[in-house]
């Protein structure tokens, strides 16, 4: 019998290491098949890009890394005068979506969607607040503001009271706020843990976040390299200031730059028809409220507002939009007399009440 095995062992061992070659080709096919789809860990890697979005519910397997990538998963963790225009350019039209590197559904939190409606005239607003039940008076005891984002402004507003009136523009405006001011500090968190992590670590930076920060400070006019400004800028505005200026700015929705243009804040544009230094119009009301956040967490004006708010912010303190206001002399060539007519409003209409306000998911 050993006769017989020993020259079939002598074949084999010549046809040996062309099997491990097959093997090992075949093995190599294998691994170069796409992995499945896994589930991102919870600290900041890179993103997947191509033609998912940024609220893809299910992210896809890990790809290489391209020049221009389109989202971030983002880290969990604990957390009128010429100065005052605002120029609607491409890069500033950006603020409504974040530029290319939007955040995603569960960044730092989950972010509430807002949902669009355009009504046509005051009483048909004001029965959809009375259909989902929003009222003023609940979301001063605590509740939570319905995701409701106005389009536009009912050309017909002016036709109800002044109470009424003020009322409908400050029930549908606190919204669109709340919303912009979410994803501002969800950009602003992940900017806080970046500049501890670049303090700390600095060498654990992975590239897609530093593209994502040379993005954030370009949005926000500033030099990447310059974080602690960055931060000063990357904040939010409160609600009661935004509501008192747009209320002070467009009669509370009544003025024609807020009917036939959706312009609530007195932005004045500095190109486009008519022409330089008419009111600068807005495609939403959403669009608008970008502008005027924008404008006031980068203009060269608005420095002592974005100091105020450090300061606050520095002392754990809640961004009072009444004391805020009294940083802003230059929005307005009133100056201080503006700032007294803004806090009158405040005072008149109890909007301080909204600066603890937050958004309910339905």
Same mark, same amino acid.
């Given at each position: 019998?050993?006769?017989?095995?020993?020259?079939?062992?002598?074949?084999?061992?010549?046809?040996?290491?062309?099997?491990?070659?097959?093997?090992?080709?075949?093995?190599?096919?294998?691994?170069?098949?796409?992995?499945?789809?896994?589930?991102?860990?919870?600290?900041?890697?890179?993103?997947?890009?191509? &033609?998912?979005?940024?609220?893809?519910?299910?992210?896809?397997?890990?790809?290489?890394?391209?020049?221009?990538?389109?989202?971030?998963?983002?880290?969990?963790?604990?957390?009128?005068?010429?100065?005052?225009?605002?120029?609607?350019?491409?890069? *500033?039209?950006?603020?409504?979506?974040?530029? $290319?590197?939007?955040?995603?559904?569960?960044?730092?939190?989950?972010?509430?969607?807002?949902?669009?409606?355009?009504?046509?005239?005051?009483?048909?607003?004001?029965?959809?607040?009375?259909?989902?039940?929003? &009222? =003023?008076?609940?979301?001063?005891?605590?509740?939570?503001?319905?995701?409701?984002?106005?389009?536009?402004?009912? /050309?017909?507003?002016?036709?109800?009271?002044?109470? *009424?009136?003020?009322? !409908?523009?400050?029930?549908?405006?606190?919204?669109?706020?709340?919303?912009?001011?979410?994803?501002?500090?969800?950009?602003?968190?992940? =900017?806080?843990?970046?500049?501890?992590?670049?303090?700390?670590?600095?060498?654990? /930076?992975?590239?897609?976040?530093?593209?994502?920060?040379?993005?954030?400070?370009?949005?926000?006019?500033?030099?990447?390299?310059?974080?602690? *400004?960055?931060?000063?800028?990357?904040?939010?505005?409160?609600?009661?200031?935004?509501?008192?200026?747009?209320?002070?700015?467009?009669?509370?929705? &009544?003025?024609?730059?807020? $009917?036939?243009?959706?312009?609530?804040?007195?932005?004045?544009?500095?190109?486009?028809?008519?022409?330089?230094?008419?009111?600068?119009?807005?495609?939403?009301?959403?669009?608008?409220?970008?502008?005027?956040?924008?404008?006031?967490? &980068?203009?060269?004006?608005?420095?002592?507002?974005?100091?105020?708010?450090?300061?606050?912010?520095?002392?754990?303190?809640?961004?009072?939009?009444?004391?805020?206001?009294?940083?802003?002399?230059?929005?307005? *060539? !009133?100056?201080?007399?503006?700032? $007294?007519?803004?806090?009158?409003?405040?005072?008149?209409?109890? =909007?301080?009440?909204?600066?603890?306000?937050?958004?309910?998911?339905?």
């Amino acid at each position: 019998m050993g006769s017989s095995i020993w020259p079939a062992v002598e074949r084999g061992q010549n046809y040996a290491f062309a099997v491990a070659w097959v093997a090992l080709l075949a093995t190599g096919i294998g691994l170069s098949d796409k992995p499945p789809s896994f589930d991102v860990p919870p600290y900041l890697s890179l993103a997947p890009v191509g &033609t998912a979005s940024a609220a893809s519910p299910e992210p896809p397997a890990l790809p290489a890394m391209k020049d221009r990538p389109e989202a971030l998963i983002f880290v969990r963790h604990e957390a009128g005068e010429a100065d005052d225009t605002f120029n609607h350019s491409a890069r *500033e039209s950006s603020w409504g979506h974040h530029g $290319r590197f939007a955040a995603p559904g569960n960044a730092v939190r989950r972010q509430v969607q807002l949902r669009s409606i355009n009504p046509r005239t005051a009483e048909e607003l004001a029965g959809f607040f009375r259909d989902v039940s929003y &009222t =003023l008076t609940d979301i001063r005891q605590g509740e939570a503001v319905p995701p409701i984002r106005l389009e536009r402004v009912p /050309v017909d507003l002016g036709s109800k009271d002044g109470g *009424e009136r003020k009322a !409908l523009f400050i029930t549908a405006l606190l919204p669109v706020v709340l919303e912009i001011n979410q994803r501002v500090l969800a950009d602003r968190e992940q =900017l806080l843990y970046l500049r501890e992590k670049l303090r700390s670590r600095p060498m654990s /930076v992975t590239a897609i976040e530093r593209i994502w920060l040379e993005d954030l400070a370009e949005r926000y006019d500033t030099a990447v390299d310059n974080i602690d *400004e960055l931060v000063r800028r990357v904040d939010i505005v409160p609600p009661s200031m935004a509501i008192a200026q747009g209320g002070v700015e467009s009669g509370w929705g &009544t003025s024609a730059a807020a $009917r036939t243009g959706n312009g609530l804040f007195g932005q004045i544009q500095v190109v486009g028809r008519p022409g330089a230094g008419a009111p600068q119009p807005f495609a939403s009301i959403g669009e608008a409220t970008n502008a005027y956040i924008a404008n006031l967490n &980068t203009h060269r004006a608005y420095v002592a507002f974005r100091a105020a708010r450090e300061a606050l912010r520095q002392r754990g303190e809640l961004l009072d939009g009444y004391q805020l206001i009294g940083s802003l002399l230059r929005y307005s *060539e !009133l100056g201080q007399d503006y700032v $007294r007519f803004v806090r009158q409003i405040m005072r008149e209409n109890d =909007l301080g009440d909204f600066d603890r306000a937050r958004l309910s998911s339905f």
